[in-house]
């Protein structure tokens, strides 16, 4: 007898190469100004798979990742029934000194891959020239979403706020989708 070895979709991050170790592997960007990079974490990152974190620069640079629930190793009776919470998360930061501006789209998607049944949007304000230095992050729980949801587009950008060639701008890392059920 062989046994298969199934996806175990719940407990663990659905997102690839959530902090950059793989380079742009998995995501699909869109570079501004200078374009992104990957860079050593300034600050540490309780929990992140690995130091490190894409940096955007003086023009907006977008990132953004297809997730595909059932390939993932969930069941469509399952989200439509059951609708288990997604919760997803990403940390980001600035330079001690240049500030950032920081924006995150993540919307839950039919199987047509267009049609959007829940999204949620922040553009928190902008990190000020001459800061901390410290990541923050940013979270929400999707709940009670509606049946049909089989994607999680998950996108998010940055750039500087003094508009300095190279990579100033916001830096993202620890990217996360994660089911609980």
Sequence with gaps: MRWVSLPQPFGRNLIKNPCGKEQYQHWDVRHGGSGWCVEENKDHVEGAEAQTC???SYEWCVKSQLVDLLKEGLWEKLLDTCQPEI????WWGSRKDSGCAYKIHVSLLAQDQRTVLAEFKASPAPIPQWNDG???K???SFKRYGPGVRYVRFRHEGRDEPYWIGHYGAR???STVLVKL
């Excluded at 919760?87 to 990403?90: A, E, V």
């Design 54 to 56: 894409f940096v955007s």
């Design 87 to 90: 919760l997803i998360s990403d």
């Design 134 to 136: 410290k990541y923050q």
């Design 138 to 140: 940013i979270t929400h």
């Design 172 to 174: 993202i890392t620890n």
